[in-house]
């Protein structure tokens, strides 16, 4: 396992600017890379999560609502935007080893700007959540069981109190 700059397995970042105003893409890198790291760690250190040797690849693609629209209606039949998909490259669990890709993960910005107003947090907080949920999802973490999301909600929340952000649940204890 290579390390990061924080002792964080190292984790490579390939980012598409492909729709939307998203501003300066080294800033939204910066951000995701600081996300991915905090999460490789957590991932590592409390859930005993192996990584290779090589850094692993994660695809960023930054869209507007059309194209995420475009993109929930091909995978999953529903024909509006969301925040963030994830496209693992090869199917895996919570704790399996994966492999030098680990996935795409699709953020949109308008969604992004409008929630984080709904939620009165900065547009950079809420990107850093969805790029941790959206890397969870890379690993198998999901939220369609009960038990599932409340595991998957609690890694979150603990990723993000490592970086100084709030609990995006609201109400959930870190585990």
């Known amino acids: 396992m290579s390390p990061g700059p924080s002792g964080a397995p190292a984790v490579s970042l390939a980012l598409a ?5 998203w501003g300066d893409p080294d800033h939204i890198e910066a951000l995701a890379l600081t996300a991915l ?26 869209a507007d609502d059309a194209m995420m629209a475009e993109i929930n209606a ?7 935007p969301t925040n963030v998909l994830s496209f693992p490259a090869f199917p895996l669990v919570p704790g399996g080893q994966p492999g030098p890709m680990l996935g795409d993960i699709i953020l949109a910005r308008q969604t992004i700007e409008r929630e984080a107003g709904e939620l ?22 999901d939220h369609i069981e009960n038990d599932d999301a409340e595991k998957m909600e609690a890694i979150e929340t603990r990723i ?16």
């Not at 600017?17 to 105003?21: F, I, Q, S, T």
């Not at 091909?74 to 509006?80: D, E, F, L, V």
């Not at 947090?121 to 973490?141: K, N, Q, R, S």
């Open 120 to 141: 009165d947090i900065p547009v950079d907080d809420h990107i850093t959540h969805l790029v941790v949920h959206g890397f969870l999802h890379l690993f198998g973490y």
């Open 74 to 80: 091909q995978w999953r039949a529903q024909s509006k």
């Open 37 to 62: 790291e905090a999460a490789a760690k957590d991932l590592v250190e409390r859930e005993g999560q192996p990584f290779p040797v090589e850094p692993p690849e994660v695809s960023l693609v930054l």
């Open 17 to 21: 600017l492909e729709a939307g105003a």
């Open 160 to 175: 993000l109190t490592s970086l100084n952000l709030s609990d995006p649940y609201g109400d959930t204890e870190p585990v």
